[in-house]
């Protein structure tokens, strides 16, 4: 049903999240980052809640483990979820609930914990997190390429039809927040097409945010600037 990446940018201390599912509008409930404390994916059988609460236990001071452990322990249902955790120093904590749906794994890496259930085949997690080790480049375009990569490897046992990808950095809004709630097929492909038109303007769009008298002109009609 759904495999994602959730990682940090050691460079720049970003975090960040990209995930797909064969469900509709993955991004609006899955991912979840506060800047320089962590991001969470809660997936499977979704709680949402569990996002901010585990931010809420990183940000108190609690490691990934002892955040993820408490959550968890606040949900009836917790066999059913399947959860990542990164925090602002790269640590990492994974779940995976006795009753994960499918062929489901987790997996810790350098800066990064990738996870899926429904999946093709178990090493699709192991290429995810691979891939994004191997990377190089902006955060968001690093985490599209570990997307791309565990797709070739197999993807989920099934149709894949929304996916998103979001970053956190110095701002306290995600920098990159960019989704594709629903295609026939190739979300993810369709996802990189957005980032490669989005991240040109990325910088744009933070300092017209900050310092808007300094920022560039919109280039449209109506922009006398």
């Known amino acids: 049903m759904t495999f994602s990446i959730t990682a940090r ?12 599912s ?7 409930r899955c991912p979840w980052l506060r800047p320089g404390v962590g991001a969470v994916s809660s997936q499977n059988i979704t709680l949402p809640a569990l996002g901010p609460r585990t931010l809420d236990h990183l940000g108190h001071g609690e490691d990934p483990q002892q955040a993820l452990r408490l959550s968890l322990a606040e949900d009836t249902y917790s066999a059913y979820r399947q959860v990542t ?5 790269g640590r990492t904590a994974h779940f995976n609930g006795s009753q994960t749906l499918g062929v489901n794994h987790a997996l810790s890496g350098r800066d990064c914990v990738g996870a899926g259930n429904m999946l093709k085949d178990p090493r699709v997690v192991q290429v995810l997190v691979e891939a994004f080790e191997q990377s190089t480049g902006p955060l968001a375009e690093r985490l599209i390429h570990a997307m791309q990569a565990a797709m070739a490897a197999g993807g989920e046992a099934g149709p894949v039809h929304s996916a998103a990808v979001l970053v956190v950095g110095e701002p306290s809004w995600p920098i990159v927040n960019l989704r594709v709630d629903w295609a026939e097929q190739d979300p993810i492909g369709e996802l990189a097409k957005l980032w490669q038109a989005y991240r040109p303007q990325l910088q744009d769009y933070i300092d017209r945010a900050l310092a808007p008298d300094r920022a560039p002109g919109y280039g449209v009609p109506g922009d006398d600037r």
């Open 22 to 28: 064969s469900s509709i509008a993955v991004g609006a």
């Open 9 to 20: 940018c050691a460079k720049t201390g970003q975090l960040g999240i990209a995930i797909s």
């Open 85 to 89: 955790v990164i925090d602002a120093q």
